[in-house]
Nanobody
Framework: QVQLVESGGGLVQPGGSLRLSCATS????????MDWFRQAPGKQRELVAS???????NYAESVKGRFTISRDNAKNTLNLQMDSLNPEDTAVYYC?????????WGRGTQVTVSS
């Protein structure tokens, strides 16, 4: 029963920035891996960024160079810094974490990029 709670979503203009956070109920480094997914209206959920237990990061081609995933053990949070946002980034963003053979999800936070 790992708990994940996303925050930081909101409305931002194209070219703007937003920082998402995912608070966890346990040490961030106790997870086997953590991810950020997003789901736009009418579309399938897609992987945006991930970080392995060893610290290796991976990004979707569409966000590479603009998004940065990071972990903060002191605060037990997973973060996603999003820069140079465009309307195609509009979606509900979810954090997920693998732990002890289980995969936990947060409820998501809405990100809307519009002028």
């Amino acid at each position: 029963q790992v708990q994940l709670v996303e925050s930081g979503g909101g409305l931002v203009q194209p070219g703007g920035s937003l920082r998402l956070s995912c608070a966890t109920s346990r040490s961030i480094f106790s997870f086997d891996g953590m991810d950020w997914f997003r789901q736009a209206p009418g579309k399938q959920r897609e992987l945006v960024a991930s970080v392995t237990s060893g610290g290796t990061t991976n990004y979707a081609e569409s966000v590479k160079g603009r998004f940065t995933i990071s972990r903060d053990n002191a605060k037990n949070t997973l973060n996603l810094q999003m820069d140079s946002l465009n309307p195609e980034d509009t979606a509900v963003y979810y954090c997920g974490a693998a732990s002890r053979g289980q995969y936990a999800w947060g409820r998501g936070t809405q990100v809307t990029v519009s002028s």
